[in-house]
């Protein structure tokens, strides 16, 4: 009886572990493809972070893809003038850290 107790504790676990993992693998954002559907390195003037925020200056904002963004994982974005604020959690400096090391 003890044997079957152990059985299901370890299945829980189990399961508990790969849906921890699935969590962290949905909520991570692909660096390469933000680069592009920002229009690029080279439309990228300046980036900046502010807690979950990232910010970026851009060259022509015309030429973002804003929805591919939302859909790669930001839970917002606000648009004034030719900088992005795109909120994206705790990725926001990994991402500034990733654009910096391209320039």
């Known amino acids: 009886m003890r044997i079957e107790y152990i059985i299901v504790l370890v299945i829980i676990f ?3 572990l790969a849906v921890l993992k699935a969590g962290k693998k949905d909520a991570h954002i692909e660096l390469n ?3 592009e559907l920002l229009g ?3 439309n990228i003037i300046a980036t900046e972070t502010n807690m979950s925020r ?3 200056t851009l060259k022509d904002i015309s030429i973002v893809d804003k929805e591919a963004i ?3 994982g ?3 974005i606000v648009e004034i003038d ?3 604020k795109i909120i994206l959690g705790p990725e926001s400096k990994q991402l500034k850290k990733y654009i910096d090391e391209l320039k």
């Open 33 to 35: 493809k933000l680069v």
């Open 40 to 42: 690029g390195k080279n």
């Open 14 to 16: 189990i399961v508990l």
């Open 70 to 72: 939302q859909k790669l």
């Open 74 to 76: 930001a839970k917002g």
């Open 82 to 84: 030719n900088q992005l």
């Open 54 to 56: 990232f910010i970026v």
